[in-house]
């Protein structure tokens, strides 16, 4: 019988193999520990909920640039007569109360007679009732007679205040001349007035519209089939030919209830701030709405979604603290920064919208383990 082989092992080995062995168990029981975020990482998050909303969609609409109607003076001329000269061009800028253009009138010459006769006619009841004052004061004549020629003075003081502003109204103390001035400063949107042309105070179109044009309007053409789409209140965004990279934005003010009967289009205005003079009456402009819909979806903000391996997917807080899970969403549409969610999520549910993509990568290395 033989006897048993003795091995010696030394004992420097025995102690790294013991070592070895501690640090991979150490190792298998750290890795089977779920990665968890810190406090302080969680409280530097922007955090989304994920709510119901109406479904929102893109409405494509067009329209024109138009004066505001608010800020602008319509000029007509309150007498008769020939155009002797015209002082302003369509497009020119014009102060409160220049002179537009100059007319000869036989209405003026009238007003500006029956101003010469009003203040005649004062002198003389001035001096009457002068003479009856001192004939009174002498006991030459009785109180009622200075009475009445005091009283035929007020009416010629009267008489003569009216025929002045008569004057003042159609134009000043000019003689026969009539000058159309600007009630208002602005630009000279439409001019009729021409040289040796005869006016008639009874003309249905004005010989001059001035607009204010630091704010217009957008009056926009809606379809029969998106009137129920677009309300009052809602945002647009407005493009034009002439800057077509340059975006303008307002808020539709009002919608106006009635069909057009041609064309079967309802109209809209948006007032839009025009500081530089930039849009002109009759752009066309090309217009982004919002389409309402009484629908509703489950929506989140789009900064917190993540594209990878051609799906989508988010972060979302669970309640226990602090975990993360990794979730899958099928996003049906995206408008202006939201996307409206088909599955994936629930209302109410919790979005880490910031730094999502390190940790998505954290969480999917630390899984893949």
Request: proline share 3%; glycine share 6%; aromatic share 8%.
């Amino acid at each position: 019988m033989k006897k048993g082989m003795n091995v010696y092992i030394p004992a420097g080995f025995l102690s790294l193999l013991f070592l070895l062995s501690a640090c991979g168990r150490k190792t298998e029981v750290q890795a089977t520990q779920p990665w968890r975020l810190t406090d302080s990482l969680l409280n530097t998050l922007a955090i989304d909920t994920a709510t119901s909303k109406s479904v929102e969609n893109e409405l494509l609409l067009t329209g024109k640039i138009t004066a505001n109607e608010d800020m602008v003076a319509r000029i007509f001329p309150m007498v008769s007569g020939n155009v002797t000269a015209v002082k302003v061009h369509s497009g020119d800028f014009v102060q409160k109360g220049q002179t537009l253009a100059i007319l000869k009138s036989a209405e003026m010459a009238g007003f500006t007679a029956d101003k010469s006769i009003a203040a005649s006619e004062m002198k003389t009841a001035k001096r009457n009732m002068e003479v009856a004052a001192s004939f009174y004061q002498s006991g030459l004549t009785s109180e009622k007679e200075y009475e009445m020629a005091k009283s035929e003075y007020d009416k010629t003081v009267a008489s003569y205040h009216k025929s002045l502003e008569i004057l003042d109204i159609n134009g000043g103390q000019h003689q026969a001349d009539y000058l159309v001035k600007s009630p208002v400063p602005g630009f000279v949107i439409s001019k009729k007035a021409a040289e040796h042309m005869q006016w008639r105070q009874d003309n249905a179109d004005p010989i001059f519209v001035v607009a204010d044009l630091k704010t217009v309007w957008a009056m926009i053409s809606i379809f029969e089939s998106d009137v129920a789409g677009v309300r009052e209140g809602d945002e647009v965004q407005m493009t034009t030919l002439a800057y077509p990279d340059k975006v303008f934005t307002g808020k539709i003010d009002k919608i106006y209830n009635v069909l057009d009967p041609e064309n079967k289009v309802m109209r809209a205005r948006v007032v839009v701030s025009n500081p530089d003079f930039i849009l002109k009456p009759e752009m066309f402009v090309r217009v982004k709405a919002r389409r309402h819909d009484d629908s509703a979806m489950l929506a989140i903000p789009s900064r917190g979604i993540i594209f990878d391996h051609n799906k989508y997917y988010v972060l979302v807080l669970k309640k226990e603290n602090p975990g993360v899970e990794i979730r899958e969403i099928a996003i049906s549409k995206t408008v202006d920064g939201r996307a409206y969610l088909s599955a994936g999520l629930k209302e109410g549910d919790r979005i880490i919208a910031s730094r999502q993509v390190f940790i998505y990568e954290t969480l999917s290395d630390t899984q893949n383990k």
